[in-house]
């Protein structure tokens, strides 16, 4: 079973401003992925990046990179230069290798204040 | 190419009603997985369809079920609703493999009454 947990319900930063955002998650499988995405008031769920378990790097996406730490099981997104159509609803997910479904974090709610 | 789109957006019956939700994936994606996101319960998957074969089902009771048509395309049902059964249903195709990125669609509203 696999488990994802986002413990900061709401964030605020200052359009600019860097903010970081927490997840945790547990698997028993070698094989997973990792994912953030985004939910802004259109409730449309976008991806905003994504992370292989195998592989050392962290991802990166223009403004988007992750701080992944796989022994610590921590999947932390960074947002560079904030902008106000940043605002949203971030989940993180997981993905095992053996496993078709998505499993959510309860999820972050970003405000940015211009 | 076009997204994953969801018919309808919008959704209001009532208790005892049965409803069926429509998806259509990304052109050449065959995998389609359904969610339900409600307020309580945050995002659950219900299940996960490819090749006309459903491969993974979550831990929902059995007046929800699904199909998946020749061409990809989803649908699914909802027996009986109960007001619980009020939520946003999203969808979301890849191409095949557990390694895929899921993209969703915009979601139905379903509201029951």
């Known amino acids: 079973a696999q488990t994802v947990t986002q413990s900061q319900p709401e964030m605020s930063v200052q359009e600019a401003e860097t903010v970081t955002l927490s997840c945790t998650y547990d698997?028993?499988?070698?094989?997973?992925?990792l994912f953030w995405y985004k939910q802004p008031p259109s409730r449309q769920m976008i991806l905003v990046i994504r992370?292989?378990?195998?592989?050392?790097q962290n991802a990166t996406e223009n403004r988007f990179s992750v701080n992944f730490q796989k022994a610590a099981k921590s999947f932390s997104l960074k947002i560079s230069d904030s902008q106000l159509g940043d605002a949203a609803m971030y989940f993180c997910?997981?993905?095992?290798?053996?496993?078709?479904?998505?499993?959510f974090g309860k999820g972050t709610l970003l405000t940015v204040n211009p | 190419k076009a997204g994953v789109t969801q018919t309808p957006r919008y959704l209001i019956k009532t208790r005892g009603q049965q409803v069926t939700l429509s998806c259509s994936p990304i052109?050449?994606?065959?995998?389609v997985s359904w969610y339900q996101q409600t307020p309580g319960q945050g995002l659950q998957f219900l299940f996960e369809y490819f090749s006309e074969t459903q491969r993974n089902k979550g831990n929902f009771p059995g007046r929800f079920s699904g199909r998946q048509f020749s061409n990809s395309r989803s649908e699914m049902n909802v027996s009986t609703l109960e007001l619980g059964d009020s939520a946003l249903y999203l969808c979301a195709s890849s191409v095949a493999g557990t390694e895929e990125t899921q993209y969703f669609g915009p979601g139905t509203r379903l509201l029951v009454l």
């Open positions: 698997t028993s499988e070698s094989d997973y992925y």
């Open positions: 052109s050449g994606h065959r995998s």
């Open positions: 992370q292989e378990a195998y592989k050392q």
């Open positions: 997910a997981s993905r095992g290798g053996s496993n078709y479904k998505l499993t």
